[in-house]
């Protein structure tokens, strides 16, 4: 494998635990890769773990067991490590507004970034570059404004602006557009699209929303109770799901209502209580509906935890069916 083919991160194993006893397993065993210049899409319920999961990529999270590598550099806790990968690895957030300081202008907002780790060169001239690059045309106009002179879709770009100063390799957006107006949600997506294909940044957006995914990602992860279920093309995922949760995710989707819609019964999912065997099968419509039985696998569902395996070329799912 190049260098240049080779993931920019990878995970081996990864477990993040909380509370007494590590006995909340929020990451429970991921293996994902991300490929240079892709949108990998990593999609689940709220408390799935995906927000833990990408918080432990830049070193927010402290992983209990397992490896993180990201362009063949372990993540660690020492400080000199952490410098570096916080430059390499830029995270966006839900809510630009609480993510930016009401007391500082928009200039100050994108120059942090650069004063922290000290980038060469004409501060002023940086920040213009990267507001320009984020959309907000021209620059000077924003430049002396405050937070709450913009709208919500120019604050998030402001935050992607930000990030996209520092020449990461991996920008990490959580829920980036949830909390803008359907109409400018395109919008914000098309400019992260373009970071990609114009400058090669890897981007792992974290979403509850198979649109979104359908949108911009190459890729997309499923996520359930802190395992990766299904990963593969973003068409061959959404086209032909292998998971019953895949399936049942896209089956409420409106653009998929071909799907016959699968309502999940059973308990919410608990990482403090990750049910043996196939951490689904209390609510998966397989064992409910009878068929697993029928197909002689109700067994191995309840009692066997199965691995991700290949169903076609890239793309794998972990279910006993
Ligand atoms: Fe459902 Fe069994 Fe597949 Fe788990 S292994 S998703 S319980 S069919």
């Excluded at 990201?70 to 957030?93: K, N, Y």
């Excluded at 359907?182 to 890897?202: C, K, N, P, Q, T």
Aim: overall charge neutral; aromatic content about 2%; hydrophobic content about 40%.
């Amino acid at each position: 494998m190049s260098e240049h083919d080779a993931p920019i991160v990878s995970l081996r194993d990864v477990h993040v635990r909380f509370g007494r006893g590590a006995s909340v397993r929020a990451v429970d065993g991921v293996d994902l890769e991300v490929r240079r210049g892709e949108v990998l899409a990593l999609v689940g319920e709220s408390g799935c773990g995906k927000t833990t999961l990408i918080r432990s990529i830049i070193g927010l999270e402290p992983v209990a067991s397992g490896s993180i590598e990201v362009d063949g550099h372990a993540v660690t806790r020492d400080a000199r490590s952490l410098r570096r990968l916080r430059r390499r690895v830029q995270m966006i957030f839900q809510d630009p507004t609480g993510a930016l300081d009401p007391r500082h202008t928009i200039h100050e907002a994108v120059a942090e970034g650069l004063r922290i780790h000290r980038v060469p060169g004409d501060e002023a001239a940086l920040v213009a570059d990267a507001l320009a690059r984020a959309g907000l045309r021209p620059p000077e106009r924003y430049v002396r404004r405050f937070p709450h002179e913009l709208s919500g879709g120019q604050r998030q770009r402001v935050l992607i602006a930000a990030a996209m100063a520092l020449d990461p390799a991996v920008l990490l957006a959580d829920e980036p557009v949830a909390s803008l107006d359907a109409s400018i949600r395109g919008e914000v997506l098309a400019l992260m699209r373009s970071f990609v294909d114009d400058h090669g940044v890897s981007i792992v957006a974290v979403t509850h929303d198979l649109g979104l995914a359908w949108n911009i990602a190459d890729r997309v992860a499923v996520m359930y109770l802190g395992r990766i279920v299904e990963v593969g093309p973003t068409e061959e995922v959404l086209a032909a799901p292998q998971h019953p949760y895949t399936r049942a995710l896209l089956s409420v989707v409106p653009e998929t209502r071909r799907l016959e819609q699968q309502i999940l019964h059973g308990e919410t999912p608990d990482p403090s209580r990750i049910p043996a065997g196939c951490r689904f099968h209390p609510r998966c419509p397989v064992v409910a509906s009878g068929e697993a039985a029928r197909l002689g696998i109700e067994a191995r569902c309840r009692g066997e935890d199965p691995t991700l395996t290949e169903r076609a070329p890239g793309h794998t799912a972990a279910c006993h069916l």
